[in-house]
């Protein structure tokens, strides 16, 4: 390669004028097409941005923007002095020739206008000049650091080594939650759960291992699931459940496309409305489920973090025919980063969940695991979640005092009785997309209600689980005027 | 549901044999397709085998077939002295659909033959009466216990919280190991780092994010990926490139289909046949790679496990094209139960690689990250290297003593200069097959060569690394005896 002559490529070639194709599309096209070919290798130069416009009688602007697009993929890099020079031919042409394959794929989901918000949200959440006003997670300060210190005391003594782990995971810790999920009313054996690498991954195999492209995925309208991407990439269609203060009401929806149809709901304080799903309602959404032959996805990050009093047992709890997939997550509760969930269902579903998982990743941290299985078995755990919901509720009354006195003109809201978040409902139609902006150029991040939902609408989720409370309280009231503004 | 009739069913069906389809299958379809119209329902009972096998005017043994079927979907239960009771009708039908389908997605794969034998392996690893011949681990007993409780000291001291983490992974992992890799001549930036969950899930990333279906993976042939479902159950094909003492050699292979191809080699010390790629033959990889414009795998697993002299320098620090992704991971040299490994290569590769990985499972475990990071930055493993290069080699020099005195006969093998591995090749054309079940009933588990291999084999591979010496010894004894007998 490196005989071959370092200059300038020649660049013979003139734009077409009579194409419906934009000229950035056909200069793009012509200078991937010479490279992918050979023609042109790493270490030559292309022209200079004022040259080849001159040469090909376009505007600068039409070269800037083609040379932008080959640096953002990689192909070409431009020094400072030396013009552009192509450093890549073989990693950027296959990621350019897939990135419309994979756009393709997650724009023939239902969310598309949304994905550059949730993206913006995904990029700040690790900007510390932010203030959060959104975020699912707890607050650093929040993090039992005396009993973690204990915790990882103690993991020495019992783990022997960190050999790779069964495919349902650490016995140990399937043990210990078999045990401690009593608490909840759960009557789940060891060889019933399965340990995943949080939730998320949960819903990943689920897709993978038990659904079908086209099957349908029903959940409550608004619910965390609609900002994610993982079953509309996997080729599944996400249909919504309006909901009342009890929890979702499925016997609403026209459903005869149940065959292969799974429904998902967060029972427990939702995410993002913190509706708690009543007793009954459990019942019935049982009953409508098994009616209707379809599996449930019961997601109950959000049971343990209660403020005024338990939620209702868990719908698996009602469930004497194996109908109801449960989910669980120390998260939410103790520490994303451990990145520990747990499924609990009948042992076939959870076995073959097991069989997949083992597939992509040999299982989640042994180290994580162990650390699960000593948070709980050690007690350290409930002594933990004690605090943490003391600590949760005052946050909770104190961000319902700023919105009543800076919020009861523009909005209406619920009063969460567990969980992370407050569901703000606008009073007046507003352009969230132009909240968000104004609201990000004031340094303050909150998630707008529509990536949660299939339609529109003016509300937005705020936490009061993350931001320090007088960060929290300034952003608020300077998020307040830039509503009233709009 | 339970208000309904709990008898036993109502058997109105005969089988037709006049029809292709097996007795045992017209029943099965008879019985499935009663349960998911919900003509029969949860805690209905099917009559007796005896009487049904009366009733259709069939053997009895087509009855056990199909209800083993129906139990092992978990549709039904047999219970003692109350008939077989039908016990769920909604994730069992859904398996059950799914079955065919995933399977056929795997046996589209080269592999069919070999699935039943790695399904063994896999599960009677975790059984400790068996004595694992050629487990790829480290074992038990050298694991760094006392370092590990050093590491684990530290980490409250640094990580703050345990929050969500950067989609790269976490900045002081990649930070340290970007100081790390210069001992390798690898100049890597943090930028260009992605912390992955074990090299496993940087394959099964490849593979989704980068590769399309159809797309073809060269590999060594034998190599430790024809072993792996990971690309034949996305859909791309797997193709052996033959070796000689220095490594594989692409020219040999007839390429006229790289476009959307990916090469993956194993350079250093290569897994199953420890293998050790010259310095030569890896610029001609490399170029060879770079002229077919296809991108290149350096998995580079057992670099650290040299045990006479390191490798040469990785393929990745020849190449100044960003041709080449370098996987590195701690399983090997370290302990698998951590899940970290990490992935090398240009920045818009990685980027994209880790977008994908976030939306699978929101990162590796930050614990185990904090971990890693504390492992090398205190040079504890460094250390540990070290001290377990020693240990291996020993190990080494063991076993090659006990095939020395009882191989010498029937096999031929490599002296491995690193990595866990000796590859054994039979003198005599054995039936492998044969040999692992008589080797399984003396409670032996090696891996057989042909799970590595596109075609079939007489060799095996043995690991040094895992079992105890004595058993170790005692285990290759009664092997070698089998091995003769057959």
Not at 143 to 157: A, G, N, Y
Not at 178 to 194: A, F, M, N, T
Request: net charge neutral; with cysteine.
């Amino acid at each position: 390669m490196s005989e071959k002559s370092r200059g300038t490529v020649d660049f013979e070639f003139s734009v077409d004028r009579n194409i419906k194709v934009p000229l950035t599309d056909q200069i793009l096209g012509y200078i991937k097409m010479k490279i992918i070919k050979g023609d042109w290798i790493t270490g030559q130069k292309l022209p200079s941005q004022r040259k080849l416009a001159e040469l090909l009688s376009v505007n600068r602007s039409t070269i800037v923007e083609a040379y932008s697009e080959l640096i953002s993929l990689g192909i070409i890099e431009g020094k400072y002095g030396r013009g552009s020079e192509i450093v890549n031919n073989t990693w950027s042409m296959m990621l350019s020739g897939n990135t419309p394959e994979w756009n393709r794929y997650i724009e023939s989901g239902i969310h598309k206008a949304n994905q550059p918000t949730i993206q913006t949200i995904n990029m700040l959440e690790f900007d510390n000049t932010i203030t959060r006003l959104s975020t699912g997670e707890m607050a650093p300060e929040l993090f039992p650091h005396e009993m973690m210190k204990k915790v990882l005391d103690k993991i020495p003594s019992r783990a022997f080594s960190l050999n790779y782990i069964e495919p349902l995971g650490l016995l140990e810790l399937r043990k210990a939650l078999s045990k401690y999920l009593k608490i909840h009313g759960l009557d789940v054996k060891p060889s019933e759960l399965l340990i995943v690498s949080g939730s998320l991954q949960a819903l990943q195999l689920i897709s993978i291992s038990i659904l079908k492209p086209g099957s349908i995925v029903y959940a409550e309208e608004p619910s965390y699931v609609n900002s994610l991407r993982i079953f509309q990439s996997n080729g599944m269609k996400m249909k919504g459940i309006p909901m009342d203060r009890s929890g979702m009401m499925p016997w609403i929806i026209d459903s005869n496309d149940s065959e292969n149809s799974i429904m998902y709901t967060i029972p427990s304080f939702h995410n993002p409305t913190s509706i708690n799903m009543s007793e009954e309602r459990r019942r019935e959404v049982l009953d409508w489920c098994i009616s209707h032959r379809m599996p449930l996805i019961e997601d109950d990050a959000y049971r343990e973090l209660w403020l005024d009093e338990p939620p209702s047992k868990p719908i698996k709890t009602m469930d004497s025919t194996g109908n109801v997939l449960y989910l669980g997550t120390a998260s939410k509760s103790l520490a994303p980063g451990l990145r520990i969930g747990w499924v609990a269902g009948p042992e076939a579903v959870v076995e073959r969940l097991g069989d997949i998982k083992m597939q992509t990743d040999y299982g989640a941290s042994s180290l994580s695991q162990w650390a699960m299985t000593e948070w709980i078995e050690s007690g350290l755990y409930e002594e933990h979640l004690k605090i943490f919901r003391k600590k949760l509720k005052n946050r909770r009354d104190f961000v319902l005092d700023v919105l009543e006195d800076y919020y009861s003109d523009i909005a209406d809201w619920n009063i969460p009785q567990g969980g992370y978040y407050i569901w703000l409902r606008l009073k007046r139609k507003t352009n969230m997309d132009k909240v968000f902006e104004t609201a990000l150029e004031e340094k303050l991040l909150f998630n707008p209600g529509f990536i949660y939902s299939l339609k529109n609408n003016s509300n937005l989720r705020l936490s009061y689980s993350y931001a320090q409370l007088d960060e929290l309280k300034k952003g608020l009231i300077k998020l307040a005027e830039i509503i009233e503004e709009k």
